[in-house]
């Protein structure tokens, strides 16, 4: 089973500077992938970016990038230039690979709540 | 290009009648899956699909029914609605090319089921 920790139920920042949001996890599958979803007022579910356990590079999408620190089963997401659609619950999900039997869904933390500061 | 769509957006129903929500998606992706939203416990899988005519339980399956005779489908049934499963009810699906499996989900939506 896998468990998804965010520690912060809120943060703020003011627009264009940088805003990190915390995630930590549990597994005990050596084969995993690490997402952040953004939900908006909308209520839409969006990808943000995603991260192979495998891979030792931290992933990067445009303003968004990750810090992945295996070892200590922690995924911070790091807001470059934060914009005013940037404000959202942002949420940390985990999922099992072909290890774990690959077929389970996202296991999500509670999420962190970011407001964009004008 | 519709990607996957839930119906209704929005239901009230009464405590005991029996509710589906519909999910349907163009992609073919081969897996399926619903979540429900609570506040305080973001999102938690209630079942998922592999396959069409291949189901299996979440985190939170009691109370709930799902069945899938085609690929596109992916009907969530509440057969006797309670209080507790107020709550917005997202499916979502992700993709297999070539046997190699996609860990990331899209989302449809969502359904805000309130039981009165």
């Known amino acids: 089973a896998q468990t998804v920790t965010q520690s912060q139920p809120e943060m703020s920042v003011q627009e264009a500077e940088t805003v990190t949001l915390s995630c930590t996890y549990d597994t005990s599958e050596s084969d995993y992938y690490l997402f952040w979803y953004k939900q908006p007022p909308s209520r839409q579910m969006i990808l943000v970016i995603r991260q192979e356990a495998y891979k030792q590079q931290n992933a990067t999408e445009n303003r968004f990038s990750v810090n992945f620190q295996k070892a200590a089963k922690s995924f911070s997401l790091k807001i470059s230039d934060s914009q005013l659609g940037d404000a959202a619950m942002y949420f940390c999900?985990?999922?099992?690979?072909?290890?774990?039997?690959?077929?389970?869904?996202?296991?999500f933390g509670k999420g962190t709540h970011l407001i964009i500061q004008p | 290009d519709a990607g996957i769509t839930q119906s209704p957006r929005y239901k009230i129903t009464e405590t005991g009648r029996q509710v589906t929500l519909m999910c349907h998606q163009t992609w073919s992706h081969s897996y399926m899956f619903w979540y429900r939203q609570d506040l305080g416990h973001g999102l938690r899988l209630i079942y998922y699909?592999?396959?069409?005519?291949?189901?299996d339980k979440g985190e939170v399956p009691d109370g709930y029914v799902v069945s899938r005779s085609k690929t596109e489908n992916f009907p969530l049934t509440l057969e006797s609605a309670t209080r507790s499963q107020t709550s917005v009810y997202f499916c979502?699906?992700?993709?297999?090319?070539?046997?190699?499996?996609?860990?990331?989900?899209?989302f449809g939506p969502g359904t805000r089921l309130t039981v009165t």
């Open positions: 699909s592999a396959a069409a005519d291949i189901t």
């Open positions: 999900a985990s999922a099992p690979g072909i290890s774990g039997g690959g077929a389970d869904g996202l296991t």
């Open positions: 979502a699906s992700s993709d297999e090319l070539a046997g190699v499996r996609s860990y990331e989900q899209y």
